[in-house]
């Protein structure tokens, strides 16, 4: 057993549907700009490039259908997201086997503190304090792909108290879910407990203290997470 000098950090776990086991988060990963709408209107062009990816910290993900809103940002971007979860990986893994390393599929959002990630790509530094804040990353439950299939089609939207804000399709991906895991494994080892966020259509835009976001994903339900 190994003697450890502090005490160990906790294993971030995100529950399953229909199960009482939960899965552990070993990495996340999230590609940039997969939906040519958002590309828009972020001032980027949508046609098919190299894909990009940065990091989220997995203590990022927050289960409590709860976002405090983050110090030193006045502008918070809400991204409604499809993450998937990987039970094993590898290197070089061809696209026609990626889904093998499928475990499944869930609600998330990928929360921005925009003011400050404009200001790091003016200078050109990385986008961490932007992007992978302290529970920037709500997400449901677990659903297996045994169970709900693999989704490469099917209505994801997100709306803030009520209103309708984000609408789009998983079919309008630019890079589907098969490549990202075998773009991401020319470059990583990649490995069970990895999760990768798929990307935003269009529509996002900026939250406030109070407001409820409802996400729903065809095939897999809604969740609700509430701005406090």
């Known amino acids: 057993m190994t003697n450890f000098v502090i005490a160990k950090p906790p294993v971030v776990a995100i ?38 990816f940065f990091q989220k910290n997995p203590n990022n993900l927050d289960t409590s259908g709860e976002f405090p809103y983050p110090p030193h940002s006045s502008d918070v971007h809400f991204e409604v997201e499809l993450s998937v979860m990987l039970k094993s990986g590898g290197t070089n893994i061809p696209i026609e086997e990626a889904l093998d390393h499928v475990y499944g599929y ?3 959002l990928d929360m921005t503190r925009r003011d400050l990630q404009g200001e790091m790509k ?42 309708l804000r984000q609408e789009g399709d998983l079919n309008q991906m630019i890079w589907k ?11 990583f080892e990649l490995a069970a407990g990895d999760v990768i ?19 729903e994903v065809e095939g897999i339900g809604s969740m609700t997470v509430v701005v406090i």
């Open 15 to 52: 529950p399953v549907v229909g199960s009482d086991a939960s899965f552990p988060v070993r990495r996340v990963y999230c590609i940039g700009r997969n939906y040519a709408a958002h590309a828009i209107e972020m001032g980027h062009d949508p046609d098919r490039e190299p894909p990009f």
């Open 106 to 108: 869930a609600l998330s």
């Open 122 to 163: 003016k200078m050109g530094r990385p986008w961490e304090i932007g992007k992978a804040f302290e529970r920037s990353a709500p997400v449901g439950p677990v659903h297996p792909a045994s169970e709900v299939g693999h989704l490469d089609h099917g209505s994801i939207t997100l709306k803030v108290n009520g209103e």
């Open 177 to 187: 879910v098969p490549e990202m895991i075998s773009y991401l494994s020319e470059y």
């Open 197 to 215: 966020m798929s990307g935003t259509p269009s529509g996002v835009g900026p939250i406030a203290k109070g407001d409820s976001m409802e996400m």
